[in-house]
């Protein structure tokens, strides 16, 4: 009897297993897992008006679609060196990123500010929306191009200018030549 | 042995979570080619489809690799991923409910991202009965759409707007008296025929897909333009007979032939609750615009002769597509958006001028094409190409043009006292998108320097910023006339001794001219 029970639930533990087949995402997700730290160029603005490079060392997931996030919401906590400049809101949250298969990264924004409405102008807004696209495409090479989407939504802009109906490509002439 | 029943009991738990979650069924997928089967799989109150089994039944395939999945259906690709509810194809958003499941190491996806897919690239429509179990996909029903009607009238002219429900193409007949709009699209009036008591409409009927303006008289005329969110036809209609300050645009095309700068569009940023960025005095970008912006179309009505819009004349909020809307609509021939800057850095300062980045106009020009395949069927892909070649060369004309144009406001914004001038840069800035004309973006100073919020609430400094940029758009405006042979260079208009008075009246959307 014992030896009966025993052969069943081993057959229904074998017949649980077998559902799980393995998946790509679940790769995924033992990638996610291998935490490492690893170092990141964050772009923030310098003295000349440009991007410069500031190094940071994080602690990141192997897969780049977990690390994204991660990376920016470090960028969003603004550069160590006083000399430089953050440039997005203080109250900007990073609700998520995503990376799809043609090297289009979606990067999910938040926050009161940019909810409301920022107002601010030109300079601001397009060297705040090209330091994240910079920060992203630098450091993960499977990267392109970046989409920005506020409150999970498609925006036209963050402030009224730089046009968000389109996935950017990095803008070297905002970048100092030593960061690019 | 109690304790191995209940490992078992667990076990079977765990399977049964397993296949309630993740269990797959079947449906019927009807296509133009007939009935095949599609597996379906019902998570968090949402239908998702097999992405195999739907590009399959359409010729096409999936591809899976580290970040998501690639569909392809007749060389049209779209991408998506597990974690994320927007897919791209040709760089547009498809949006879905909910992001995409990953069963049995099958992608499955809600209809809303073949609906998105097929909209976009092959005019085809999904719908899912739940009822039948039955995913239709089959050319798009052109439904009826629905039709609202205003009539206002501001200083004599009479603004006729149609509010769609969705968006349809239309042609404009023009009659003596009388305007009909002809709407690509079965529409649901809202009357049969309205009388108004109106100085240039004296009623609208409609009659098929017809909407007819008959009009109070022969001398009426009309600019017609659309507008987007909601989508509006509109046509403002006016009395000619009062003077030369409001001639009429005609509704053919532009010219192909170029005739030179003579109507210039003007744009002060912001506007209304946009109130720009606001300088540590208090001073808002979006006053300081528009009162740089008066003076500028007052300055170049008067020194120019031209005829100059402005694309709001208060404190009203305009939406950016509109702002060039308005350029297009008058088939305005320059475009200038002025601004004040901002930056984090208290001691950024000077000016700058913007034209739009070649990689955006690129993608206008996708978009247009895009739109060109929606909008017809059979032959579309030549149509596309030649859509697309003829759009990206007469985009590449107006970047040429816009460039120099920038060049003009770089070098005299240069010669202004104690504003450096920071150089000609490209950007993709929303408000230079869709304007099909040389346009061009101004930053005058920066309103977050206290000493330059300083000069800019300064009035002489307004003149002096006012003169400057007239002196570039004449000299521009030399240029091109000199280059296209209709006119020779003559020297730029030196500073003005008294700053430029705004004309009498002044209407938004309506011309202004100094002769």
Same mark, same amino acid.
């Given at each position: 009897m014992r030896r009966a029970s025993l052969v069943v639930a081993l057959a229904l533990l074998a017949a649980a297993s077998a559902c799980r087949k393995p998946q790509p995402q679940a790769k995924n997700i033992s990638e996610a897992n291998n935490v490492a730290m690893r170092p990141v160029r964050l772009y923030f603005e310098d003295g000349n008006s440009l991007l410069t490079a500031e190094l940071h060392n994080l602690p990141l997931p192997?897969?780049?679609?977990?690390?994204?996030?991660?990376?920016?919401?470090?960028?969003?906590? &603004?550069? &160590?060196?006083?000399?430089?400049?953050?440039?997005?809101?203080?109250?900007?949250?990073?609700?998520?990123?995503?990376?799809?298969?043609?090297?289009?990264?979606?990067?999910?924004?938040? &926050?009161?500010?940019?909810?409301? &409405?920022?107002?601010?102008?030109?300079?601001?807004?397009?060297?705040?929306?090209?330091s994240l696209v910079q920060t992203v495409t630098t450091n993960f090479a499977e990267v392109k191009k970046v989409r920005l989407l506020v409150n999970g939504e498609p925006a036209e802009t963050l402030a009224g200018h730089v046009w968000l109906g389109r996935s950017l490509r990095p803008m070297a002439s905002l970048v100092e030549p030593a960061s690019r | 042995m109690k304790r191995l029943i209940?490992?078992?009991?667990?076990?079977?738990?765990?399977?049964?979570?397993?296949?309630?979650?993740?269990?797959?069924? $079947?449906?019927?997928?009807?296509?133009?080619?007939? *009935?095949?089967? /599609? +597996?379906? @799989?019902?998570?968090?109150?949402?239908?998702?489809?097999?992405?195999?089994?739907v590009a399959a039944a359409l010729g096409g395939s999936v591809a899976a690799d580290a970040h998501g999945f690639r569909v392809t259906i007749n060389n049209n690709v779209a991408a998506f991923g597990p974690d994320s509810r927007f897919g791209v194809v040709r760089d547009d958003l498809i949006e879905m409910p909910a992001p995409p499941v990953v069963i049995d190491n099958r992608p499955?996806?809600?209809?809303?991202?073949? $609906?998105?897919?097929?909209?976009?690239?092959? *005019?085809?429509?999904?719908?899912w009965d739940e009822r039948a179990r039955l995913l239709s996909i089959r050319p798009l029903q052109h439904t009826i759409v629905g039709v609202q009607v205003s009539v206002t009238n501001v200083q004599g002219t009479s603004k006729i707007v149609f509010t769609l429900s969705q968006n349809a193409g239309y042609a404009i007949v023009k009659e003596q008296s009388a305007y009909t709009i002809r709407f690509a699209a079965q529409i649901r009036p809202p009357f049969a025929e309205q009388a108004y008591e109106d100085q240039n409409v004296a009623k609208i009927s409609f009659a098929g897909t017809d909407a007819?303006? $008959?009009l109070t008289g022969a001398d009426v005329v009309g600019d017609a333009y659309k507008l987007e969110n909601p989508y509006r036809v509109v046509l403002d209609v006016r009395k000619t007979s009062p003077g030369p300050a409001a001639?009429?645009?005609?509704?053919?095309?532009?010219?192909?032939?170029?005739?030179?700068?003579?109507t210039i569009v003007i744009d002060p940023g912001h506007g209304g609750k946009d109130i720009g960025a606001t300088g540590p005095g208090g001073l808002l970008e979006k006053d300081a615009t528009l009162a740089v912006a008066n003076k500028l179309a007052a300055a170049l009505a008067v020194k120019l002769g031209a005829r100059v819009i402005l694309t709001r004349e208060d404190d009203s909020v305009v939406s950016l597509d509109q702002r060039t809307a308005v350029a297009n609509q008058y088939k305005a021939d320059l475009f200038l958006s002025v601004h004040m800057n901002a930056s984090t850095g208290k001691g950024a300062h000077g000016s700058e001028v913007y034209f739009l980045s070649a990689d955006a106009s690129d993608d206008l020009a996708k978009k247009a094409a895009d739109a060109e395949n929606q909008s017809t069927s059979g032959h579309a892909d030549t149509q596309s190409d030649l859509k697309l070649i003829l759009w990206d060369l007469a985009q590449q004309e107006y970047l040429a043009e816009s460039s120099r144009f920038a060049q003009s406001i770089q070098e005299e914004m240069n010669a202004l006292a104690g504003i450096q001038n920071r150089g000609i840069k490209q950007a993709p800035f929303k408000v230079l998108v869709g304007a099909t004309?040389? @346009? +061009?973006?101004?930053? /005058?100073?920066?309103?977050?320097?206290?000493?330059e919020e300083a000069k800019i609430r300064n009035e002489q400094f307004q003149n002096t910023?006012? *003169?400057?940029?007239?002196? +570039?758009?004449?000299?521009?405006?030399? *240029?091109?006339? +000199?280059?296209?042979?209709?006119?020779?260079?003559?020297?730029?208009?030196?500073? @003005?001794?008294?700053?430029?008075?705004p004309p009498a009246t002044q209407t938004t959307g309506t011309a202004r001219t100094g002769t």
């Open positions: 192997e897969n780049p679609a977990a690390a994204i996030p991660l990376v920016v919401r470090e960028m969003m906590k &603004g550069p &160590g060196n006083a000399s430089l400049a953050r440039l997005f809101p203080p109250d900007t949250i990073v609700r998520g990123a995503y990376l799809l298969p043609d090297g289009t990264a979606f990067v999910d924004l938040g &926050g009161a500010t940019l909810q409301q &409405g920022w107002g601010t102008g030109t300079h601001e807004e397009l060297m705040a929306v090209f | 209940l490992l078992g009991l667990l076990s079977i738990f765990a399977a049964a979570t397993i296949v309630v979650a993740q269990s797959t069924t $079947q449906a019927t997928l009807r296509t133009q080619t007939g *009935d095949k089967p /599609v +597996a379906i @799989a019902r998570q968090g109150g949402q239908t998702y489809f097999s992405a195999e089994d499955f996806v809600t209809m809303q991202f073949f $609906q998105g897919f097929l909209a976009k690239t092959a *005019d085809l429509d999904v719908v007819r303006i $008959q001639p009429s645009v005609p509704l053919a095309p532009k010219s192909v032939e170029p005739s030179g700068i003579h004309m040389p @346009a +061009a973006l101004v930053e /005058v100073a920066f309103i977050s320097n206290p000493d910023v006012v *003169d400057a940029l007239t002196r +570039a758009v004449q000299r521009y405006k030399n *240029d091109y006339e +000199a280059r296209i042979g209709i006119a020779q260079p003559a020297a730029a208009p030196g500073p @003005a001794a008294t700053p430029a008075q």
